[in-house]
Each structure stands twice: as structure tokens, then as C-alpha cells.
């Protein structure tokens, strides 16, 4: 028995070694990735397998992935593609500060889908991988690479972390046979609240369309976004500057569906609303969800989209891969699949997805511009020249926090 307790440590010393040498072999390996040619990436990648983890709460993305972008991966690169839904993209940031803290180098997820916040606190705690976008033919040729909204990700840098995806935009959603007129500013839209008690709610903080919702708020409010184009610890008299928008959420909030005493705790329950009648008012920061919910029958097909006269806020959303991923080669040919000129049209149909491309469509040839263009983006779809000419640019990740504590102090305990 002494003997065997001898040897065990020797053994497991050993064990340890060879592990740490293999994976800093496979690191360097990987590394080497990010100054490979394109051919090399891709006989790497032949036969991987590519875990895809994302929130899985929409069956049109889900199903766009599964049956348009996975058997097209399988066939032409060789690629498999498993999408692992997630119920929050925060979920995906706790397990990979867990799998960094154990120092995990074998991780499971090979692709994450994340911007904003998300983005910010992935970056800051080192979770991915590297500089890997220069590396995708489809980035360098089809991305407009100094346009601010691919550069920066709620003002952060986005320094080759994260490929663009797709592009979306927050639309308000109406049945124009309850409202024909639909308001076209804040303070319209508080006499349209008014006007019509209880028909109007929006998801309780910290839901993103809810969160969202409130920032239109604050640019109105305020007097415009402009000020808020720098961090938020740079504005001494930040709290003064928001009051304004407490003001205006309480002063509708006895107006509101149930009189504002509960809000539904997710866009989901609010959409649920809308679909029955409840309510005569949903939005969305994807501007082609009504025509999809149409297309499926929940929304009457009396349902349409506006924007404001001032605009509506607009982002980008993007891919990354983790610092620890297993199938780095295939996580690269798979993103650049999902950013070619083909599968971003097909993502910009209502009937798949209805995602905005991040293409820039300046750098598409005639045929694909052409095609482009020719997506019947459902009548429930605003135009694409009068999304793009409303655009309004997104707040840096450190304002969310403070409004979204600011909600629960001064509306939602009120």
C-alpha cells in the first residue's frame, strides 16, 4: 500500500505535465489560426464540430439556423453545426468566467452570439478568443469596417472580437385598425396613453425592450442623445440630467395596462397581450417580428411598425468565440458562412428570420443588391430607406446599469 501511495502522486504529477504541455500546444495550434491563409483555415475546420450557444427564444432564428444554415455548413465545408440555446446571454458570460477560473481550455461553446453589456463584460474579463475577423473573406469583403455601429458595440472597440451578424432596430408595433394615426414622439405618444387607458405597457426592466423603450425616453426628454456620447462617469450631474425621465414614466404610468401596478415581466408576455386584444400597443428592436408574428397568425394582419420622427435606436449584433473553444477552425468557417451575401438574405426574409443584414450593400454586386431588395419584407415591415434614415445611435453599456437601477427606484417602487 505504501508503494502504490508513492507512485500514485509520481503518476499524477506526470498526468499534469503532459496535460499543461498539450495544451499549450493546442493553444499555440489555435493561435496560429489568426495568421493562417483562408485554404488552411478551412481543411482545419473539415469534419469539426461547432457548438453554437445562444438564447434560444425565438423559433424563427431557431429554425433558420437548423434547417438553412446548419445543412448548408454539413454539405459545403464539412462543418456541424449544433445550436445550444441558452434562456440568457448572461448565462453564457457566467459559465466562461467559470471555465476561466478552473482554467478550463477545452470548453464546449466554439460560438457565441452577444453585443452590448454582454460584449463589454466578455472583453473585460478576457473570455475570447482574439483578433479573428480580419481572417473571414466575407468581413473583408462585404463589411464596411470604419462604420461606427460595426467598429463599436455600444461604444465599446470591438478590436476583431466579434464578427458582425446582423443589424436591428427599435420599431413600435400597432394595429392601425384601433389606431390609425400612431404617435410620432414621446409626447405624443403619452396623449396617445392617456387617450387610451390601459392599452399601453412596455416589459419591466431589466428586459431589453423594456430597457430600451426607457432610453427613447431619455433621448426625448433630455434633449437628445448627443450628451450621452461619452462615459457616464465623465457627467457630474448625470442623476439631475435623468430626472426628466422619472417625471415622464410616472406621469403615464397610471394610464398603463392594470394602471402601471405591474408590467409584464418579459416581451414575450407582452406580445402574448397584444395578440389577444389587451393591449393596442407591442414593440420590438427587431423590425421585421410583426410581420413574422402575421405571417404566423398570432398578430392580426392589420398589425404595422413606426418609428419616430426623431428616430429609433439601431445596433449590431455579433459573433465571437471564446478563448477556450474546441473547434476554433470550424467556429471561423461558420461565421463567415453566416455573413455571405446569401445567407444574409435569406436571414432578411420575414419567413426565416427578418434580421437586418450587416452586409454593407454599397460592396454587393448589382445581382446580389438585386436580390437584396427583392425580400418581401412583409407589409407589417417599415421600408428599409425609412428604418435606416431613423436611426439613432445606442447608449454605452455603463448607462444601462444606472437606468436600469434608476427604474426600480423611482417608477417601479413608486
Known sequence: MKKSLLIVPGLLALSLAGCSEESESSAESSDGLLTSDWQEISDAAASQEVNMYMWGGNDNINRYLDEWVAPRLKEDHGVELNRVPMNDSQDIINQLVDEKSVGKTDGSMDIIWINGENFKAAKDNELLWGDFTSQLPNFNDYIDQEAPEIAADFGEPVDGLEAPWGKAQFVFVHDENKSATPPKSMDELAGWVQDNPGQFTYPALPDFTGSAFIRHVLYETTGGYEQYQQPAADIDDLEDRLEPMWQYLNSIEPYLWREGETYPESLAKQDQLYASGEIGMTMSYDPALAASEVLKGRFPEST?????????????????????????????????????????????????????????????????????????????????????????PELSADYIEIIEKGWMEHVAKD
Open 304 to 392: 404595422r411598425t413606426f418609428v419616430l420622427d426623431g428616430g429609433t435606436l439601431s445596433n449590431t449584433h455579433f459573433l465571437s468565440i471564446p478563448f477556450n473553444s474546441s473547434a476554433k477552425a470550424g467556429a471561423m468557417v461558420a461565421i463567415n458562412e453566416m455573413m455571405s451575401p446569401e445567407a444574409q438574405i435569406a436571414k432578411l426574409s420575414p419567413e426565416n428570420w427578418g434580421d437586418l443584414s450587416a452586409l454593407d450593400l454599397e460592396k454587393l454586386s448589382p445581382e446580389q443588391q438585386q436580390a437584396m431588395n427583392d425580400v418581401d419584407l412583409g407589409e407589417a415591415t417599415l421600408p428599409l430607406d425609412e428604418l435606416e434614415n431613423h436611426q439613432l
